[in-house]
């Protein structure tokens, strides 16, 4: 054969080794699952490719030493085989993500704040603390996708730091606003602009700076994530935190959204970003190994106490 007609494709199998590939679900589909004019793909597992390239005199070794001798541009195919018959079934978005959006917003009064009656100085400025709560959920066959990681793990973490913060001797400056958020998982971004229009006085603050805490419990790396989109300048503050605390980090890391479009908030973001996780994290996102025994509580405890000292730092300081 000298071409090979795309248009009269029906469907695509895709072959991984990796279990976790296999059984990873998003609650929205991804743009590379979604091939050239709609076509079908899906993925399966190297055993049922045997299976299916059996019944035409083949199998992958066979396809391997094929694809070993081939010319640049050239292909080979198989003799006709079974007849594969793919179906999938599809929600509406408006049926599958019409549930409300709760976020749930705490904050620890900045000293001299106006919600103490003061007014005046750094108060008025915010450094929110973030995690998105939601997750995969469960499949349409029954599968519990726990998302102990991604990101009860974030969640977890963020709870752990208002209640130091809250008990600490050395009280914030400036105000902390913390918000478990709903959407993240459904890759949308965090937006400020409603959570500081959800509390009465809140839209006289002025939000300086954003933690964002995602899969901060496990991950096949050795170091937590400074997220490439953060700000350079939060991105110092924290590397030398954690530097003072001996733990490793790095910028170049993956978090569980690694590779993942996102969704921009509502309302932009003025304020600078840290986003912060660890390294591997994306390993097994949205996976039903995304479990409370996988969590690493030695990991748990390195991003903790690295953001804990930068929030004191951040929420103190003016020069840093």
């Known amino acids: 054969m000298d071409h090979f007609n795309v248009n009269a494709v029906a469907g695509t199998l895709v072959v991984s080794d990796d279990p976790q590939e296999i059984t990873r679900r ?15 793909i899906m993925m399966i597992t190297p055993q049922v490719a045997d299976n299916l390239l059996a ?53 620890i009064a900045g ?17 929110m603390v973030s995690a998105y709560y939601d997750g995969a959920g469960t ?5 519990l996708y726990p998302s102990a990681n991604d990101n009860a793990s974030g969640v977890a973490t963020m709870l752990e730091l208002a209640r130091a913060l809250k008990n600490s001797p050395y009280e914030p400056k400036r105000t902390v606003v913390f918000v ?39 991950g096949d790396g050795t170091s937590m994530v400074l997220g490439q989109d953060s700000s350079y300048r939060l991105v110092q503050l924290f590397e030398s935190a954690a530097e003072r605390l001996d733990y490793p980090s790095t910028t170049r890391g993956r978090g569980p959204h690694y590779g993942l479009a996102i969704m921009p908030g509502f309302g932009g973001r003025e ?5 912060i996780s660890w390294d591997g994290s994306d390993r097994l996102a949205f996976t039903p190994q995304d479990t409370f025994q996988r969590i690493d509580p ?4 390195q991003v903790g106490q690295t953001t804990l ?11 840093y």
């Open 26 to 40: 998003y609650p929205l589909a991804q743009r590379a699952l979604v091939s050239y004019r709609g076509v079908i």
């Open 55 to 107: 019944s035409a005199g083949s199998s992958l070794a066979d396809l391997d030493r094929q694809a070993a001798d081939l010319k640049p541009g050239a292909f080979a195919v198989t003799d006709p085989g079974i007849t594969v018959h793919m179906q999938m079934s599809t929600t509406s978005f408006d049926q599958s993500m019409s549930e409300d959006y709760y976020n749930v917003i705490g904050f």
């Open 111 to 127: 000293t001299g704040s106006a919600f103490s009656q003061a007014g005046g100085g750094l108060d008025s400025q915010v450094v």
């Open 139 to 143: 499949s349409p066959d029954g599968i």
């Open 180 to 218: 478990a958020w709903a959407g993240g998982d459904r890759r949308e971004g965090l937006s400020v602009d409603t959570v500081m229009n959800a509390h009465l006085g809140f839209d006289q603050l002025d939000v300086k700076d954003v933690i964002e805490l995602s899969g901060v419990g496990a």
């Open 271 to 275: 304020g600078l970003t840290l986003d």
């Open 298 to 301: 030695q990991k748990l405890q």
């Open 309 to 319: 000292l930068g929030l004191t730092v951040l929420t103190r300081e003016i020069n």
